[in-house]
DNA sequence: CAATCATTGTGAAATTGATAACAAATGATT
DNA sequence: AATCATTTGTTATCAATTTCACAATGATTG
């Protein structure tokens, strides 16, 4: 009934931030915290912190902060990392292995349940437990396992393909490592990670801050 | 004397898309494009692709929109993609040689000469050219090199230490892959990519869509 | 060659996000 | 019990970004 208001996408992203925070300060023991320090250790502003907060149902104390425990519990409720949710990796080249085997993704609740690639020399083997299986069976099993989370890490000329296939299966959650900008349906959520754009963005300011300097050296 | 205006980040991270999106239509042999075309290929709006471009000494013209092949030049040389660049990896695990083979960095004109790992098994050994080398010598030879990137893929608790002794040594722009969030000076460019911040993201909105879902089902 | 069409560049308006400011709440202190 | 310091939630203000609207421009057409 009451929309519970969307969470706009800048303070969406600090979220995981402050996630973090609140679970390194639970292993200190500590157990109230307040927005100007996690301000602090997140560099953003304390009242930017507590207009984030205000999206979620937990309420800070006045004159004391936030509950620690609560307020990652109600942090994980509202990201979804406490029921634990099974993901599927395309492309089992280094970049999907590393993937497979990042050890974060275990603490957000997500484990990577299959691979698949088209290498008939990889297709049988492992990745640590993780069966890698070959792409004709994608939909099938992205259905039967109601997989609802793919990577794709395959070279690019193959991500729409891949991503076809997934959203065929019934994937609503795609994270594309390639360049190519994959086209999805409007209810399938598509978050490019292309790694060649971050590194174009800090060459940038290497290069314009060499500008800069060659004024003073 | 006129400082040519910076680029405001959001712009500045759209750029990439753009550059990547005619880097495709040279490849189909288009000559012209549009800012519609560009915004639809890129899911931009128009509007704000021509706010974007205007930061560039490039123009369009009008009835007929960009010179692919000028306007690809012209981000190549205000991304600094032209010049090659080197860059170090601190880390060897996993993720760290995923990355030193990763091979959209070479066109983005970036080339990993070393990376650093304190695993003694590890040092001593090569990722494809590269060789690793233990991190105490990280300061000294990122100074010798001149080297002005750095990537962070070691555990999240020494991320900080990395940073302070890439800096050390003259770096000005970090790739941090760890879930810390590294401080740096300020004239240092630090780009954190928490890959399990994005994989909570994601996460958030197969939840938040189960709800709605639920409604219909 | 005039009229039309597509498309850019840009100033103004609207929206969105961030910061500042402050009343209300809470525990600590005297 | 009264006062003080701390800290939240919220409203108002400010800044950045995006969208809107449209005049200006150059190609195309009859």
């Known amino acids: ?3 519970p208001k969307a969470i706009p996408k800048p303070s969406l992203q600090r979220l995981p931030i402050y996630y973090r925070i609140l679970k390194n300060a ?9 927005s100007a320090e ?9 009242q930017n912190v507590r207009k984030d907060l205000a999206f979620l149902p937990e309420q800070g104390q006045a004159g004391i902060g936030y ?8 942090l994980e409720d509202t990201l979804g990392l406490l029921k634990s949710k099974d993901a599927v990796i395309v492309g089992a080249g280094n970049l999907g292995k590393a993937l497979a085997l990042y050890p974060g993704f275990e603490k957000s ?9 088209n290498d008939p020399d990889k297709v049988g083997e492992k990745i640590g437990d993780i069966p890698i299986m070959p792409i004709d069976k994608i939909s099938n ?27 065929q299966g019934g994937c609503k ?8 900008m994959v086209k999805v349906p409007e209810d399938v959520m598509v978050r490019n990670e292309d790694l060649s754009m971050g590194i174009m963005v800090l060459s940038h300011y290497v290069e314009s801050m060499k500008v800069i300097n060659e004024k003073f050296e």
Chains 1, 2 share one sequence.
């Open 109 to 117: 609740g997500i484990q990577i349940v299959v691979a698949f690639d």
């Open 38 to 46: 996690i301000g602090r250790r997140a560099k953003v502003s304390p």
């Open 26 to 34: 639970l292993e200190h023991h500590e157990e109230f915290i307040s």
């Open 67 to 74: 509950s620690i425990l609560s307020l990652a519990n109600c």
């Open 173 to 180: 959650a795609i994270w594309n490592f390639t360049p190519t």
């Open 141 to 167: 099993l992205v259905r039967r396992m109601k997989l609802k989370i793919g990577i794709i890490t395959t070279p690019e000329e193959t991500a729409q393909e891949m991503a076809d296939l997934l959203i």
């Open 1 to 3: 009934m009451t929309t």
